[in-house]
C-alpha cells in the first residue's frame, strides 16, 4: 500500500499554519473563559460563526458550563444520545433543543435519572424488554437480590445477587432494601444504594419487579413512574404460559391464576403498554423516560 506523502509546506505557510492553530485555540479558550464566568450561553457559542468555535467539541463547552464538569457533561450528551466527538458545528436543531431542556431542568446541575418500574403478568416479556435496554447508556438495569435458586445460564451479581434465606433476612433487617416481596415461594428485592447511586449520576433507573414491589414503590416514591406490561390479549398469555410442556397441570393452572391476578393490577399503574413488539415497547419506554 502506498503512504500518501505529508503536503509540502514552505517555511511562510507553514508559519501561517502554526498562527492560524494559535489564533483558534484562544478563541475557543475565550468562549470557554465567557461561559464559564456566566458572560455568554452554550447557546450564544452554538450561534458563533468562527470556523475556530464551530470545530470546538460539545463536550468542552458543556464541561466549561459552571458546576458540571467533564463526567456530567458525557452523562447529559449520552442520556440525549449525541456522540462524544460531536463538534458544534454538527449539532443538529434537534439536538441543540434537547441539550437545552436537560440543562434548563437541572440548572448548569445534571437533573436526577427516573425511577421506572416494569411490571405485569408472567410470561409477557418484561424481561426480554429489560434486556434489550442493558446496552442503553441512558439507563441502568437494577439487579434484585433473591432467595431462588440460580436457573441454568444464570450468573450471581448479573442476573440476581443469590442470597440465603437468612442472608436475606439479614438485609431486611438492615433496611438494605427499597422494597421486597414474596413470589412462588421466594423472596426477592430491589437493593436500595445502587438505585440512589445511578440516579444521582443521571441514568434512569429500571426495576422489573413483581406487582407487590411496584406497589410499595407507589407507596414510598410517588414520583416513580410505574409501567404495566400486558399481553396483546388474554388468549395470547395463555398460549405463551401454557406452552412451557414442562408443567404438570396443576402448575399451569396456578400460572393462569396468577396471571388472572397480576392482569386485575393494571389500572393501578401510570401507564399499561401492550407488548406488541419489542421494538415498539422499547421506544415508548424511552419517550417515557426522557420525556
Ligand atoms: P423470576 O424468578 O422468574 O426471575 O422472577 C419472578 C418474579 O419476581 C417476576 O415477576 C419478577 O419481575 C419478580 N422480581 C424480580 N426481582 C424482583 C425484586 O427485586 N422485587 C420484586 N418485588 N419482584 C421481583
Known amino acids: ?45 452554538t450561534n458563533d460563526p468562527r470556523e475556530s468555535i464551530r470545530r470546538m467539541k460539545v463536550i468542552d463547552l458543556l464541561s466549561a458550563l459552571p458546576g458540571v464538569g467533564k463526567s456530567r457533561a458525557s452523562l447529559i450528551m449520552e442520556r440525549r444520545n449525541i456522540s462524544l466527538t460531536r463538534r458544534i458545528g454538527g449539532l443538529g436543531h434537534l439536538q441543540l433543543k434537547a441539550l437545552g431542556k436537560e440543562l434548563a431542568l437541572s440548572k448548569g446541575d445534571l437533573a436526577r435519572g427516573k425511577l421506572i418500574v416494569i411490571s405485569g403478568p408472567g410470561g409477557v416479556g418484561k424481561s426480554t424488554i429489560t434486556s434489550a435496554l442493558r446496552g442503553d447508556p441512558r439507563f441502568w438495569i437494577s439487579v434484585s437480590a433473591t432467595t431462588r435458586e440460580p436457573r441454568v445460564g444464570e450468573r450471581d451479581g448479573v442476573d440476581y445477587f443469590f442470597h440465603s434465606h437468612a442472608k436475606f ?114 421506544a415508548e419506554l424511552v419517550s417515557l423516560a426522557t420525556a
Open 1 to 45: 500500500m502506498s503512504k500518501v506523502p505529508p503536503p509540502q509546506l514552505s517555511v511562510e505557510e507553514r508559519r501561517a499554519a502554526l498562527e492560524k492553530a494559535k489564533s483558534s485555540r484562544q478563541e475557543r479558550a475565550a468562549v470557554k473563559r465567557a461561559i464559564a464566568s456566566g458572560e455568554i450561553s452554550i447557546f450564544d457559542a
Open 169 to 282: 433476612m439479614e438485609l431486611i433487617e438492615r433496611g438494605e432494601f427499597l422494597e421486597w416481596a414474596e413470589f412462588a415461594g421466594n423472596l426477592y428485592g430491589t437493593p436500595r444504594s445502587p438505585v440512589e447511586e445511578w440516579r444521582n449520576l443521571g441514568k434512569h433507573v429500571i426495576l422489573e419487579i413483581e406487582i407487590a414491589g411496584a406497589r410499595q414503590i407507589r407507596a414510598h416514591e410517588p414520583k416513580a413512574t410505574l409501567v404495566f406490561i400486558a399481553p396483546p390479549s388474554w388468549d395470547e398469555l395463555v398460549r405463551r404460559l401454557t406452552s412451557r410442556g414442562t408443567d404438570s397441570p396443576e402448575r399451569r393452572a396456578a400460572r393462569l391464576a396468577l396471571a388472572e391476578q397480576e392482569m386485575a393490577a393494571a389500572s393501578e399503574f401510570d401507564t399499561v403498554l401492550v407488548n406488541e413488539s419489542v421494538e415498539g415497547l422499547i
